[in-house]
């Protein structure tokens, strides 16, 4: 077989080998190209957060060619008549300059708003699609834990960029920030010191939270979302399970030519939405909040939403938990907003280890599971879904309690009990509702799928008319895993050690209520028993025996 | 003769009560006469004296109007928060149960009881005449605590709330400053002057009638109304590009 590569002849063609002999170009498209993506909507989402991700680059390296991230004072002369002659920071002023001055500034200035908003929101549901499909076990724990990050140093671009403008509205979040950490014991007040250079506000804080914005975090999560990838490529990507997906293939479509043009489309479609929202919605009107002044505080002062939920454990939580050791006080009543947002970004990087663990399973994972086929791991998600709504909706008690004529006391109660009790009653009902699930899914691929067509039978009788699946609808119903509860187990000397212990509670709670999946045997049963009643229709919906007659019993 | 001395009494009365009036209201434009004055009386009877008392003295259920002056007769009655619908943490705005002069009559029957805040003159109501970057500062400082930095209103406690201030009318708004309804404070002219007064009034003229610059307000509520928007019709669009876009030919 000969090697040889014959000599391009078209310009086009003479490009290409000019670029692929100093490039290697060829090589990488051959290995690149062939990577194969499986198509479904729920993959495409953490494609949104890397392109609104993109969106926000672009628009802010516009705005930084604008803004001044200084606090010098000035009076301001521009436009907005309602702030003409009142003092501000270069920092405010500056924005203000963008919104109402600069060509494009203030579609550019909500691009950057709407896109961000999106960005975290797109990140936020792609990790619970994550999760509620288990592709984080096995190889993914690694990519699971870099998306933790990303999550986390996506809060952390918002919130700094949340308060560049120096507006009321960004400096009542800083006082925010400012006294949560002074509640930090012994160390706050220094840590506040060394970040404000002084006492809050003092004239450094947005020239170096605007370092942070512009620079480190965006590097950070450039670096990350680098790594993300990568490892994408390296585990290939995770499919649904249905007929002819295993775990050793991935069943889908090749980046060459059609994934690479959807997801380059794709790109311009959420660019087009994020631009069209900017273009009719107004977001963040600083020029409503005036410049900040730390006296004045506005009613319905609330951070961006992916920091509602910190508000609003602020908001629910009783001033009696602040107390006081040797005169020195320990303000738990502010600190639990820490200690509640690192610890949920701990737990939601330990999980998938702890799950293993839970589970003894250290199987590779390449099909993803149903949600209703891990109805502990889909509790657990709800119940976690509903305690972050509750600390969520915590954070707008006043404007729910005005928009729904409710006293603000009562929300705030209402709140402290559903932090308690939402979970519970979620993770209850959500184990319940996929317990129910997996049941009726059994009793399908058993039976088949009820038509609603009942036939009385000559000698009176009536049946349910039962249309059999077909084989690739039955996969998705009976190929799945049930893992099932392993007791603790002794070691070699015989002894049960703690850990061992604690892991077979863990296995109880998990696996314990179990709905197993069909075995061969109850299929064919199933099938036998079927063709002997006769009571379903083949596929053109006819009866079985051709004639129109139900079949005698 | 007792019809004589009745007649006497009752003119002596009405005349006392006209010149005590003319006495203590000084800046108040509108004449009022004493007919106005026993026009209202008859009005407060009817309306008001089951919970402020025949003699506007108090009860159980409703404050006494004694020296709340024409100025607080005026905003309750004249946004028709009073007559109240029902007892509740607060009075509710409503579309008014009188009309200008019935209102009219009302003030002046409560202002001729002991002097109090009149009507404010029109020069400290005309948008045009304030300062509404001063009014601005003025309003952040001492209003938006509760009313929001623009007016659109926010919650108190215990089902109480300080209503969006648009479509107040410049009248209603001063007056609401200067008699403190319901559970405002007041600000009398010491702690805002007239004039800062009118200032507030030109800042909200003029937030009210801007054109929002960026689009939609989306009611002007902050980050909860965007936070909503983006998580419903941003996300909720996202969802529809990629069910459309991963879904198969049939």
Not at chain 1, 401 to 425: C, E, K, Q
Not at chain 2, 200 to 206: G, N, Q, V
Request: proline share 6%.
């Amino acid at each position: 077989m000969s090697t040889t590569t014959p000599e391009p002849t078209t310009a086009v063609g003479k490009a290409a080998d000019w670029a692929d002999t100093r490039m290697g170009a060829s090589k990488l498209v051959r290995e690149f190209g062939r990577k194969i993506f499986p198509s479904h909507w729920s993959f495409m989402l953490g494609e949104v957060s890397l392109y609104s991700f993109i969106i926000v680059v672009l628009t802010g390296t516009y705005l930084t060619f604008f803004f001044y991230p200084a606090m010098g004072e000035l009076h301001y002369d521009g436009p907005y008549v309602p702030l003409q002659g009142v003092e501000m920071s270069q920092a405010y002023q500056s924005t203000l300059y963008i919104s109402f001055e600069l060509r494009g500034g203030l579609l550019i200035r909500q691009m950057h708003h709407w896109g961000a908003l999106l960005f975290v929101a797109a990140v936020s549901i792609h990790m619970l699609r994550v999760f509620f499909t288990g592709a984080f076990r096995r190889p993914r724990e690694l990519n699971w834990l870099v998306g933790v990050g990303l999550l986390a140093l996506s809060w952390a671009a918002g919130f700094t960029g949340y308060s560049l403008p120096d507006d009321l509205l960004s400096g009542n979040g800083l006082r925010i920030i400012d006294g949560i950490i002074k509640a930090i014991p012994l160390v706050g007040t220094y840590i506040s010191f060394f970040l404000f250079g002084g006492e809050f506000p003092g004239i450094d804080i947005i020239s170096r939270l605007y370092t942070l914005h512009i620079m480190i975090i965006p590097a950070a999560i450039i670096a990350l979302i680098a790594i993300h990838l990568i490892f994408v490529v390296v585990h290939k990507h995770t499919q649904w399970p249905q007929a002819g997906n295993t775990e050793r293939n991935v069943v889908g479509e090749p980046v060459l030519p059609t994934f690479a043009a959807k997801g380059g489309g794709f790109f311009f479609l959420v660019f087009a939405l994020i631009a069209g929202l900017s273009a009719f919605f107004q977001i963040n009107p600083v020029w409503n909040y005036g410049p900040y002044d730390p006296s004045p505080v506005s009613a319905g002062t609330q951070p961006d939403w992916y920091i509602g939920w910190a508000d609003g454990i602020l908001r629910i939580a009783p001033g009696w938990m602040e107390f006081y050791i040797f005169g020195w006080p320990i303000s738990m009543n502010i600190l639990v907003a820490v200690i509640i947002m690192v610890g949920v970004l701990v737990g939601m990087a330990v999980w998938p280890f702890f799950e293993a663990w839970v589970a003894k399973d250290n199987r590779e994972h390449h099909v993803l599971d149903r949600p209703r086929n891990a109805p502990t791991r889909t509790a657990v998600g709800v119940a976690f879904v509903v305690w972050y709504l509750v600390m969520w909706a915590g954070a707008s008690g006043d404007l729910i309690a005005v928009f729904f004529h409710m006293s603000l006391n009562d929300m705030i109660y209402i709140f402290r009990f559903l932090f308690f009790f939402g979970p519970i009653i979620a993770y209850i009902v959500t184990k319940r509702i996929c317990l129910g699930l997996q049941r009726k899914d059994r009793e399908v691929a058993l039976h088949g799928r009820e038509t609603g067509r009942i036939l009385r039978l000559p000698h009176g009788e009536f049946i349910e008319v039962h249309e059999p699946l077909d084989p690739h609808s039955a996969w998705r119903l009976v190929a799945f895993d049930s893992p099932e509860y392993v007791p603790a187990q002794a070691d070699e000397n015989g002894k049960i050690s703690t850990a061992e212990k604690w892991r077979g509670r863990f296995s109880k709670f998990f696996f314990e209520d179990r709905v197993a999946p069909l075995s061969k045997a109850e299929l064919e049963a199933a099938h036998a028993h079927n063709e002997g009643h006769g009571h379903h229709l083949d596929s053109e919906g006819n009866d079985q025996d051709g004639q129109g007659r139900p079949l005698p019993h | 003769m007792a019809l004589a001395v009745l007649l006497l009494l009752g003119l002596l009365l009405t005349g006392g009560a006209y010149a005590m009036f003319t006495n203590s209201a000084s800046a108040n434009a509108q004449q009022v006469s004493a007919q106005d004055i026993a026009e209202g009386e008859k009005l407060f009877v009817a309306n008001c004296a089951t919970c402020h008392g025949m003699n506007a003295e108090g009860s159980e259920n409703g404050p006494s109007l004694i020296g709340v002056g024409a100025a607080a007769v005026d905003f309750q009655v004249g946004t028709g928060r009073m007559p109240l619908q029902m007892h509740g943490p607060q009075a509710a705005r409503k579309a008014p149960q009188f009309n200008e002069e019935e209102t009219a009559q009302l003030a002046a029957y409560v202002a001729s009881l002991a002097p109090g805040p009149a009507i404010p003159d029109d020069e400290y109501l005309d948008p045009a005449l304030g300062d509404p970057a001063a009014g601005g500062g003025l309003f952040r400082t001492n209003c938006a605590m509760c009313h929001n930095v623009v007016g659109s209103g926010g919650a108190l406690t215990r089902g109480k709330y300080a209503p969006s201030l648009s479509g107040v009318s410049e009248r209603h708004i001063y007056e609401a400053m200067q008699t403190g309804p319901q559970n405002m404070p007041k600000f009398n002219d010491a702690s805002l002057t007239p004039e800062e007064k009118r200032d507030i009034i030109a800042y909200l003229d003029e937030i009210n009638t801007m054109t929002a610059p960026g689009g939609f307000k989306l009611g002007s509520l902050g980050p909860v109304a965007e936070g909503l928007f983006i998580w419903f019709f941003g996300l909720g669009a996202v969802i529809g590009l990629t069910v459309w876009l991963s879904a198969r030919a049939k």
